[in-house]
Structures are given as structure tokens and as C-alpha cells.
């Protein structure tokens, strides 16, 4: 899920769709108009690039991913651009990923409270050598996505 992606989630999970199937043309549309108003409402952006059958699509992967759900959990409570954006770390890829403040491997939990949006380059490079590092360890270490060969 690209960043973007998790943005229209985040707009369908304000707007409640639930995913429903929507096989009528004037259904669909009212689903679109939901997700718009609440697109507007959480950036104030009114250039909204999806189409009507994008908004299906990803209203059913929201609805089916409970990955994808806690990812648009942890965005709507944290933000949702990398937290590692501008901190020196390196730049971002455009992948959208939920990384755990306590890595999971030191007893960190699946919650929205431990979770962090985080760019698939760095949330990949927090877990070098077999290891995974806390937010902290990372910031404090020498690794950078300027001069690695990170595959995306």
C-alpha cells in the first residue's frame, strides 16, 4: 500500500463505508461522495484522483486486511507520512508500512499505541543484521537510506 492508498483508506474509514458492496449506480456514487467530503475533511485537498471503481476496490481491501485497518488506525492517531521523514535518516519510498515503536521481538504489542507509520526503506533498515532496533536505537545509529541498495 503506497502512501497515498492509505490516505484513501483513511478517508473511507471516516466515511463508514464497511466495504459494502455497492452494485448500483447511484449507490456508488453516494459511496464516492462520502469518501470525497471525508478526503476534504482529513486534508483539504479537493483533488481527489481516485475513481469511483478505485474506492470499491480499497473499501474491500480495508474491509478484508485487518493489517490495513490497523495501518489506517495508526495514521489517523500518529500521522501519516514516515516518521523517519526529515531526521536525518534519509529518503522515504513511497510504500506505507505500520512499524512497532517496541519491536514485537522485545515484547512490543500489536496496538495502535506501539505502532508508527513508517516508509517500507526505513521500517526495512530498522530490522538489519537479524535484529530489530527501537525508534531510539535507530535515530541514535550511523544507518541511512542514502547509500543503501533497499529493494521496494
Known amino acids: 500500500m503506497t502512501f497515498s492508498e492509505m490516505q484513501l483508506c483513511m478517508a473511507i474509514h471516516r466515511a463508514n463505508l464497511g466495504g459494502r ?7 456508488r456514487h453516494k459511496a464516492v461522495g462520502q469518501v470525497f467530503w471525508q478526503w476534504l475533511h482529513l486534508f483539504g485537498d479537493s483533488n481527489f484522483p481516485w475513481s469511483i471503481d ?29 516518521y523517519f521523514k526529515n531526521r536525518g535518516k534519509g529518503p522515504c519510498c ?30 526495512h533498515q530498522r530490522g538489519v543484521n537479524g535484529g530489530v532496533m527501537t525508534i531510539e536505537e535507530y535515530l541514535a545509529s550511523p544507518l541511512t537510506t542514502h547509500n543503501s541498495a533497499v529493494t521496494v
Open 54 to 82: 478505485d474506492v470499491l476496490h480499497w473499501s474491500m481491501q480495508y474491509r478484508k486486511s485487518r493489517a490495513s485497518r490497523m495501518k489506517v488506525m495508526v495514521a489517523l492517531a500518529h500521522g501519516d507520512t514516515c
Open 94 to 123: 513511497e510504500h506505507a508500512e505500520w512499524g512497532h515503536i517496541i519491536p514485537r521481538s522485545r515484547g512490543g504489542a500489536d496496538t495502535v499505541e506501539n505502532g508508527q507509520i513508517e516508509c517500507r526503506a526505513h521500517n
Open 21 to 27: 458492496d455497492r452494485t448500483r449506480s447511484g449507490d
